[in-house]
């Protein structure tokens, strides 16, 4: 089994290297390298990358840190040197995330949180190092969400009372979203204080920074990507979520034109609609016609329609906000998405599923569609994406729920080529051959079933 070192190690070596040989930083940690290598050890573990100073041979992140650290307890009069410090801690931070492991071990976290702490307690806040502080934070939190303790939450429940201060309401905001990814223990803590009604006057300002870093925090906080947890609350944190927020949300939606915000009002919107309950709220609150308008006003837009696709989908969930969504006239803003962006795979991939979930089970909804002229629409789409397998299966889907209960519309699939189409794509995507046979099936054409598995009675079952 190969030798191991620490990194404290390998940095004396490069020190004594640059110091007592006066060797180049380069230099040193090559010279470094050679030799532990030399002696079999295994050098995996170590960040053989860091900044060196040329006159002391430590580690800039190192010396910073410690400098940092020194400034605070000497309560140094220096604020650009400080302000300077704290940029180079940051610079580093963004190197890698060994770099940013590395700060966090030398206590680079307790040192900002105490910088945060002094200057929210000054009668005359310093936003210029308040400011620079939380960026250097949240280079440190990200991919190490660890850091974030109930120290770092209480100073962010502090700087989401700043209001006017809209570059920090910012910073904090992004902090809090580099605490909520892959940490469950996070997310349950933020949702136990009283974030959500410090955010909800931040969601009223004329500010789309602010509307876009909010409406991000709050899908952070409905995330269930932490292996360490066996049940996470994602469910119950977007129910909390919708209760408090989800009116305010749909409310703002006509109040912006900008693409990105919408974007992400829409995108969180539909994050959040995990219950019936809720998507009746929606649809109460005029949700629907909202949507359906935007649609129509940015129909060229890519990320926009995708997202609202995507929420007109969760919507449905509730058979009557179905019905409701099919009435008021979606199916001809449907068709033009399709139409309008046929090459790209996304939005095609997107409509066709959002097709197959408003027509499951109703026959007067796949009529609605039907009328519109959309079964040209689709096979289209679907000889433009041969290789796609998503496109191929949301198409099938989509082809067997408009066909399933209106048998009538079968003569005029099969005269724009959707069998021949379908059988090619069941071949290039063997993955999706159950949902494209279903769809051949239901339009009546032949179809080879194949029995998977046949059992063999140990006992003969008389007759």
Partial sequence: MAKMISQDTFDDVVKENVVDFSMSPSEA????????????????????????????????????????KSHISQKSDDAQQLLELITVLDIECQKSLAHRVLA???????????LLEQTLAEETLNTTLLSKSLQAANSLTQKQPDLFDAEALSIVLKL??????????????????????????????IMSTNALKLMKPLLLKDCPRVVRDVTAVLRFLVLDDDIRVE???????ARQIANELLLELVELLP??????????????????????????????????????????????????????????????????VKSHIVQQGVAPIIKDILETHQSNENIVSAALACITTLTLRVKEHSTAFFETGIAEVIVEALRTHPKHK??????????????????????????FGAEDLLNAAMAEHPLVAQDIKAALRDLGCKVQLREEWTGTAEKKIAA
Wanted: net charge negative.
């Fill in 29 to 68: 940690k090559e010279e470094t390298i050679k030799q532990f290598e030399a002696q079999g050890i295994n050098l995996a573990n170590i960040i053989k990358d860091l900044a060196i100073n040329t006159e002391t041979g430590v580690p800039i992140i190192n010396e910073t840190v410690d400098k940092i």
């Fill in 104 to 114: 966090g071990k030398n206590g680079a976290h307790d040192a900002l949180i105490t």
């Fill in 160 to 189: 989401l009372e700043l209001k006017d201060q809209v570059d920090v309401i910012c910073l904090t905001l992004q902090w809090l979203q580099k605490a909520c990814v892959m940490h469950e223990t996070n997310r349950q803590n």
């Fill in 231 to 237: 049940f996470g609350c994602a469910h119950e944190h």
């Fill in 255 to 320: 109040k912006y034109t900008d693409v990105n915000v919408l974007s992400d009002l829409l995108l969180t919107i539909g994050t959040l609609a995990v219950r019936q309950e809720l998507c009746t709220v929606i649809d109460d609150a005029g949700g629907l016609t909202l949507i359906f308008s935007i649609m129509k006003d940015h129909l060229t837009e890519e990320r926009l329609n995708r997202e609202a696709l995507k929420l007109l989908r969760a919507l449905a969930g509730h058979d009557a």
């Fill in 390 to 415: 998503y496109v191929q299966r949301n198409g099938a889907w989509a082809i067997r729920n408009m066909v399933s209960r209106s048998r009538e519309q079968c003569d005029t699939w099969l005269s």
